[in-house]
């Protein structure tokens, strides 16, 4: 097994996807094509070697190799070739790379040849091995009617189904590229690239407009890179060349090939993938290897053209029947024939191109099937006269052979086409190319939110009416001959530039005069009658991809299936990662006639993003390892680090959770930090509270309607807590807020909800209250934050602070003062979060290092110790301070956490949320109140978010279930002062159940019983706080 | 994603910057005591909610951090225009 096999099981002998070519030079071209003959290039398919060219695709090169199965179907496990040549391709789906550099489910026929590629089939048989008996009847809506059954049954058949699922196989690592992301705006974004795009950039362009022009090829050109049409006397190629060349050298325009805009969102919003090194192989050689374009365009120019529609006929998905367009484009772009005998099915003029094309090169035509009784246009007199053998209102009904193409059923169609007018007959042939029409590739119109419209005339979906500052030109507009896709695009660029401000409408060039042969009228069938109805033929695919049949989407429709979004989701059709490019629109029209109506009114189902697959290394872009999401870290983070601290992250903080020393378990360190604190001196980093600094003449009087509590008389120089309600009465955020002059405080929030009270009191002073004299500034980053608690901290402080008076009388609880802390200016807070005698040094961001080291060198002498996020809810546990969001959830009042004492009623104002706490429903008597629990075994640690229910009264009887929840655990430790368990919770009437026993079930059936207690266990005078 | 004019910017800013603030002109009574709990129930909880023209609050957060009115068609998401807190929207 080769390079490309891996681990990966091997295909059957009977179905190998590389049988060996038989003449493997004989169906490259000797000349011709837009290959570089001089560069050959080895690669790799399935593990056998072989050889293609500069220029090449994937699938061109596997043509030219003489592989005719690429892959084995989804369902089915049924042989697939070759079926397209560009996005459209179902079939030839494989997988890149190996490894981490496996890249999965590329389309052949947009993979660019490059030296050392390695390919292998992306489907496998898998899902037929699962299904074993059941893969050749697995009709629509196969999984509902199958998996019906008992749960547990279900439960066996997800764990076979997820091993047999999916097409290709992910990579083995992380990917090794990297990836950008880019933002433009434009004036005119045009996507698609071939004529009806370059015109229309040239006519934006050439008014001074800011043009982007982005095609999913390696070249513009599009279509006319494989058709030898001529654009005035030269071929089409130069003039291509020399309006790529002017777009080029404008300053104004940005031409991005190999991007393919996949998304289409509000307001003119596309997103656009360019893939810069796919095509030098499988790892990009210089970074990114992809980019992510996101341009917002005044206007968009739809050039995206138009998909060839295959014709629906009993086993239509074997190797060698191919769009006519695809034939055309092989033979043309990249001189390689699919096959030596054609045998083209028709029903339109411009199909005859393939069969001219094939005849001049040098290969045999069998003959043509035109549905048409008598097609009159040109290219079909040219047919006649070079002597190709037509059969006039014939379809083709069945292809014969087992692994490729070795005949064709035909027979004549009645008049209304419905059904055949004759017994069939064979006619030998290898390729079987077919045309019923063209399906416009309305992908990124539907996206923007234009409704298809059918046109019963073009018999194709067109874009609807757009939502969006959108115009569409070219064969997605309906042009369907090289002049109209010309002009239309013109005319489309000027509009757009005018729209978007630019020149007046009319396109500042003249599209070369181009010879086009005379057409007559189409007649698509979308299905060709068989002998047998659809149910008994052999299989007439309408979704190659996904292994949807024409007999499916005649059951759902039986089965009262009568959207068409309904019978898409039953059926599968258009569910594959080609969104059904081919098939849609045959698949509708066989809905339509089953359902006996239009196709009109029948309509089409609604693309969404994204046109092709997208990478997620391009969404991701630099998103991603260390950068995903960004670590915000206090300036001692490093000191933390050193110190071997373990983390916990808060919001986007790091912050250390504890300070293990040796092998210290987590509860062993826990315990020492907090006797650290409650005994001697500990110290922890709170640089990550919130701080918002508001000033004003107003400042007051402003806090005052925001705060529940009266801030209008406090001190100069004084703290008080503070509880923000929202407007319904719930508490909102609590914190400390110090007034540092009259006309200025600091306000401290929690960790999390820094930037969410910002924004709370910008809301009401811009909205409500524009006439207050009041003004908000963020300084969470500016300050660096060490709070020294324990007995000892005035101690500790006082070595290295000497021009504030930290007696207790000078300074005295709730206060704050400014002075110098290690030599830097400092502001000193006393507060307690603790419980204990604490002071909140803080001083500038950039001193904070240095001060924390000189605080722990004064600390040294008193067994100072460091202490993390779970210490500090342990001693703020003990004390009953809540944290809210974790004790609060949304819906309590400060009555409900026995805060009332915060509640000012009376203000002259009122407050934000005071109203509501005379809301009836927030005055019941059964609200759930804050209180402690005691564990009877002091040992046991309730889990947080454990519920409670009343403890059963008989000890014997076996409690019934379920019993009414009566509250939960809000926060739970274990307390080494106290040498036992302690519990915050939320319980009904709480409050009045003081001394009761309750019972927390848990989830491992253990029950354990508490006693209900006051919501603080130490120090309830506060005494060691105001010492 | 929507493209927003901050009209205190003066420029068409993308979607990423803003962040919504629900339904614009939403007074706040003048002396809530005086309500009944219901009529301040639909001044808490009752919004218009339409399928249409729609008065909007947004916030312009990784911007220049003010409150703007947006008229915005909740169907077509089309912005027909964006105004200054304070400044009166042209009839709809």
Known sequence: MGAGGGSLPRPSRSAHPTAPPAHPTTRRLPAGGRIDRSQPL????????????????????????????????????????????????????VDLGDGAHRIPNQRATQVELHAGLVATSGARRRLKRFAGAFAGVMPAGFYYKFFMGPPWLWRRWEALLRRAA???????????????????????????????GIAAALAAARVDARVALVDEQNEFGGSLLGAPQAIGDAPATQWVDAAIAELSACPNAVLLPRATAFGYYDHNFVTVLERRTDHLGATSPCAPRQRLHRIRAKQVALATGAVERPATFANNDLPGVMLASAVAAYLNRYAVAAGTRLLLFTGNDNAYRTA????????????????????????V?????????????????????????????????????????????????????????WSPAIHLSSQAGARPRWNEEGMMFLPGAPRQPTVCAGAVNGAMSLAACLADGAAAGARAAHAAGFGDARPRFAAPPVEEAEEDAARPLFIAPHVQPSSRAPKQFVDFQLDVTAADIELAAREGYRSVEHAKRYTALGFGTDQGKLGNVNGVAILARALGQGI????????????????????????????????RHTPMHAWHMARGAAWENVGRWKRPW????????????????????????????????????????????????????????????????????????????????????????????????????????????????????????????????????????????????????LSREAFPFMSVRSGHVAGRPARVFRISFSGELCFEVNVAAHDGMDVWNALMAAGEPFGITPYGTETMHVLRAEKGFIIVGQDTDGSMTPDDMGLGWAVRHGKPFGFIGDRSLALADHRRADRLHFVGLATTDAAAVLPEGAQIVAASTRRAAKPTTPRAMQGHVTSSYFSPT?????????????????????????????EVSAQVVRPIFFDAEGRRTHA | MLEIHCPYCGEPRSEEEFSYAGEAHIRRPQDPAKLDDRAWGDYLHFRSNPRGAHRELWFHAAGCRRYLNVLRDTASYHISQTHRVGESPEDV
């Open chain 1, 600 to 631: 009109a009114e029948t309509g089409v189902t609604v693309f969404r993003p994204a046109y092709t697959p997208v990478t997620f290394g391009a969404i991701a872009g630099r998103d991603a390892g260390e950068l995903f999401d960004a670590e």
């Open chain 1, 978 to 1006: 106290l040498g036992r368990s302690i519990a915050l919770a939320m319980l009904t009437r709480g409050r009045e159940r003081l001394g009761e026993t309750i019972c927390c079930p848990l989830a491992d059936g253990r």
């Open chain 1, 42 to 93: 080895r690669f790799t398919f399935n593990g056998r070697s072989m050889s293609g060219f500069v220029g090449d695709t994937l699938a061109s090169a596997l043509l030219a190799n003489g592989v005719d199965t690429v892959a084995q179907s989804f369902k089915h496990g049924r042989r697939r070739g070759i079926v397209g040549s560009g996005t459209e391709e179902p079939n030839a789906i």
């Open chain 1, 166 to 196: 999916g097409l290709g196989a992910v990579p083995t690592g992380a990917d090794p590229d990297t990836y950008d992301k880019l933002n433009h705006h434009c004036d005119v974004l045009v996507v698609g690239g071939g004529p009806a």
């Open chain 1, 658 to 805: 504890h300070y293990p020393q040796a092998d210290e378990t987590m509860h062993e360190a826990v315990v020492r930090e907090c006797r650290s604190a409650r005994q001697d001196i500990a110290m922890l980093d709170a640089s990550t509270l919130g701080k918002i600094d508001v000033q004003g003449a107003d400042a007051a009087t402003f806090l005052d309607r925001i705060y529940a509590g009266s801030f209008q008389r406090l001190g100069v120089g004084r703290c008080r807590y503070g509880l923000m309600l929202r407007e319904d009465g719930t508490i909102f955020d609590d914190g400390v807020a110090a007034r540092l002059a009259d006309t200025r405080f600091l306000l401290h929030t929690t960790t999390g909800n820094a930037e969410a009270v910002l924004a709370w009191l910008e809301l009401w002073r811009q909205t409500e209250w524009p006439d207050l004299d009041v003004y908000f500034t963020s300084v969470t980053d500016h300050w660096a934050t060490a709070a020294l608690a324990g007995p000892k901290a005035r101690d500790v402080l006082r070595r290295v602070c000497d021009d504030i008076d």
């Open chain 1, 381 to 437: 007199a040219q047919a006649e006269a070079a002597g190709i053998e037509i059969h006039k209102a014939h379809a083709v009904i069945e292809a014969i052979g087992r692994k490729r193409v070795a005949g064709a059923l035909i027979a004549p169609l009645s008049e209304d086409g419905q059904r055949l007018a004759a017994k069939p007959r064979r006619l030998d042939c290898d390729l079987i190319a077919c045309s019923d029409g």
């Open chain 1, 356 to 379: 001219l094309d094939w005849r001049r090169a040098g290969r045999c035509v069998v003959a043509v099937a035109d549905t048409r009784a008598s097609p009159a246009g040109a290219l």
